[in-house]
């Protein structure tokens, strides 16, 4: 079942929290756009995507859009001051030099090493691994936001992937509708739970032990 467009919300807001001042971000197609949503106007946040804009803002009101500027997955944006513009070549040599402090993208599946598994469900046609590949390997902090579990109801967070992994060991944190989970020295760690959900919740529907060092705060 997917997920409500308030608790959809709800998980960009707890993202954004993780973004500081400065900061040069990348955010991936689905949940991860709307976190542009709550990044603080005032904190000089530069939006960065892989079609060649750094300085994205969000989405324009309808009818005032530029059907000549969009980010990667081909939706309609706007620019805050400041912004460049650029081909592809320099958008994933940006990539690639490290320059990203975070990468928000979604997943299929996240192992407790921090393995992600997003670009493709085998037998199932799909037009590309986009950058993927590049932001979850080079990014300095990696953000899943994810269901935490699939439409059958098994876990997206597991021991080991199924799927065909997009990077070994790139994830540094998993949000999902439930909980907010760090990834440190190939464990899970349960940070958060969101509300309404508890951690006994949590615990039962993740498919990998969860460590629990502190007190497990709740996000609303």
């Not at 799927?163 to 440190?184: F, N, Q, S, Y």
């Amino acid at each position: 079942m997917g997920l409500g467009i308030e608790t959809r919300h709800q998980i960009a807001r707890r993202a954004a929290l993780e973004i500081e001042r400065g900061m040069i971000v990348n955010l991936g197609i689905g949940i991860p756009t709307l976190v542009a949503d709550y990044i603080p106007g005032n904190y000089g946040v530069m939006l960065h995507t892989e079609n060649g804009i750094l300085g994205m803002g969000g989405s324009p009101p309808p009818g005032k859009e530029d059907g000549n500027l969009s980010n990667a997955g081909g939706y309609p944006v706007t620019l805050i001051p400041g912004a460049s513009y650029f081909d592809s070549a320099t958008a994933f040599g940006i990539i690639r030099r490290g320059l990203l402090d975070i990468t928000v993208l979604g997943a299929l599946e996240v192992s407790e090493q921090g393995d992600i598994a997003n670009w493709i469900v085998p037998g199932k046609r799909v037009p590309g691994m986009g950058g993927a590949i590049d932001l979850a390997q080079k990014s300095k902090k990696v953000i899943v936001l994810m269901n935490h579990s699939d439409k059958e109801g098994n876990p997206k967070i597991v021991k080991n992937c199924k799927l065909p992994l997009t990077v070994k060991r790139g994830a540094h944190m998993i949000i999902t509708e439930k909980a907010v989970i760090d990834i440190e020295n190939e464990k899970l760690v349960l940070r958060e739970v969101m509300y309404p959900h508890s951690v006994e919740e949590v615990v039962e529907s993740t498919g990998a032990p969860l460590e629990i060092r502190n007190e497990v705060m709740t996000f609303q």
